[in-house]
T-cell receptor, first 114, second 119 residues
Framework: NAGVTQTPKFQVLKTGQSMTLQCAQD?????MSWYRQDPGMGLRLIHY???????DQGEVPNGYNVSRSTTEDFPLRLLSAAPSQTSVYFC?????????????FGPGTRLTVL | AQKVTQAQTEISVVEKEDVTLDCVYE???????LFWYKQPPSGELVFLIR??????QNEISGRYSWNFQKSTSSFNFTITASQVVDSAVYFC????????????????FGQGTILTVHP
């Protein structure tokens, strides 16, 4: 099993550009989520999904869209990138709660918005 | 609202010293789960432990041990005889349920503690 994979590993965008961060898992996990990591702030939840076709907002959803058409994939879209979205983005997956299961994290995508 | 506080921003120790990482959490829920994750310099997040609010037993796993005290809302992590490979950022996280249980997957993270172990 590859676990949770994320692409790309690094990305530089200009303000106003759009892009999609890809996340895939091969563990048949129903629960998937996106976090962003900023210095001194830990990780903060952006969006999550409890299964195909079901998504919900986390703590910091503004500026990001998600969809979940398959169990395996959970892409994160930045519609119009802003410098404030410069961060490291992590995707995670787990079996569907309850109870909360161990979340497996991908290797992260380091995004810089100029 | 939930909150996790890791007051120690950075800790520096010499190899073989014991070190304790503090974690204090806030929640009104009586049912919740606590986690510790390790983030080594390579950047990935590695799961260390999960503990539910009904299990206050301390846990030991090799050189790692965890002290869960509901009375002080703390879930501290101790590394005994630290090694250079323990150098990493350590995160404490909290998960609480909503009515449907689906929010259990939403982790509230602390700010992280940077641990540096010197040879």
């Amino acid at each position: 099993n590859a676990g949770v994979t994320q692409t790309p590993k690094f990305q530089v965008l200009k303000t106003g550009q759009s892009m999609t961060l890809q996340c895939a898992q091969d563990m048949n996990h129903e629960y998937m989520s996106w976090y962003r990591q900023d210095p001194g702030m830990g990780l903060r939840l952006i969006h999550y999904s409890v299964g195909a076709g079901i998504t919900d907002q986390g703590e910091v959803p503004n500026g990001y869209n998600v969809s979940r058409s398959t169990t395996e994939d959970f892409p994160l879209r930045l519609l119009s990138a802003a410098p404030s979205q410069t961060s490291v983005y992590f995707c995670a997956s787990s079996r569907r709660p309850p109870p909360p299961d161990t979340q497996y994290f991908g290797p992260g995508t380091r995004l810089t918005v100029l | 609202a939930q909150k996790v506080t890791q007051a120690q921003t950075e800790i520096s120790v010499v190899e073989k010293e014991d070190v304790t990482l503090d974690c204090v959490y806030e929640t009104r829920d009586t049912t919740y789960y606590l986690f510790w994750y390790k983030q080594p310099p390579s950047g990935e997040l590695v799961f260390l432990i999960r503990r539910n609010s009904f299990d206050e037993q301390n846990e030991i796993s090799g050189r790692y041990s965890w002290n869960f005290q509901k009375s002080t809302s703390s879930f501290n992590f101790t590394i005994t005889a630290s090694q250079v490979v323990d150098s990493a950022v350590y995160f404490c996280a909290l998960s609480v349920p909503n009515a449907g249980g689906t929010s259990y997957g939403k982790l509230t993270f602390g700010q992280g503690t940077i641990l540096t172990v010197h040879p």
